[in-house]
């Protein structure tokens, strides 16, 4: 081999492995994509049974039913559809009603939307962006 074909090659090899790296990057996140859905969307949407969503909105008034231990159960609300969520676990100290909220999971056999995370506003004046997007958009929140 002349040394302009082993550059090459090494050139080559390089190339190969940031091609395949870069594959095996794009294909385990593509597994852990959680895709952001608002209750009125959702019922156009085809998702798989077990698949992982984010839900967005508002937390409905007079829905936060506390159960035994730290389960909680709550609709989240778009104001043009209503998707009843349930979590076990500790939610963040600003999570009431009418209040932006993120719930992540996946929805059970029974069409309820089984949350694992749930995320809440951390201020007065911050609503995540997602739902800010989505809820301007419809014409139901405002920012002060």
Known sequence: ??????????????LAFLGAATALTFYALGQKASFFYMPAELQAATLEPGQRIRLGGLVEKGTIVRGQGTKVAFSVTDMEGSVPVTYVGILPDLFREEQGVIAEGSFGPDGVFVADSVLAKHDETYMPKEVADSLKAKGVWQEN
């Open 1 to 14: 081999m002349t040394r302009k074909q082993k550059r090459l090659s090494v050139i080559a090899g390089a």
